[in-house]
């Protein structure tokens, strides 16, 4: 059994900083691609970042300069670095990783349960 515990969400001001982690736990081969994505309320789920096992990255534009996706390969874990907080940040954050069992031979995406993040004006 696989499961992605986040952590590090909460309330902050605008101008301020969070940062979120990831950790993969379970019976766990290898993991490929990491990221978070984000669901404001009455609006779709969208894509954060992403980062490769070694370390290739990917941003939402809405995000790029202000935020930084790292993972720590050693620990199955992804983090996001989040300045410069904006009121249109707020959102609930998933983990999503996509993930091979110990006893599987394909690659399958697994999510968290979310955390809340708050931006206050």
């Known amino acids: 059994q696989v499961q992605l515990v986040e952590s590090g969400g909460g309330l902050v001001q605008a101008g301020g900083s969070l940062r979120l982690s990831c950790a993969a736990s379970?019976?766990?081969?290898?993991?490929?691609?990491m990221g978070w994505y984000r669901q404001a309320p009455g609006k779709q789920r969208e894509l954060v970042s992403t980062?490769?096992?070694?370390?290739?990255?990917n941003y939402a534009d809405s995000v790029k300069g202000r935020f930084t996706i790292s993972r720590d390969n050693a620990k199955n874990t992804v983090y996001l670095q989040m300045n410069s907080l904006k009121p249109e940040d707020t959102a609930v954050y998933y983990c999503?990783?996509?993930?091979?069992?110990?006893?599987?031979?394909?690659?399958?995406?697994?999510w968290g349960q979310g955390t809340q993040v708050t931006v206050s004006p």
């Open positions: 980062i490769t096992y070694g370390g290739g990255t």
């Open positions: 999503r990783a996509n993930i091979r069992g110990l006893l599987q031979t394909k690659f399958i995406d697994y």
């Open positions: 379970g019976s766990i081969a290898s993991i490929n691609i």
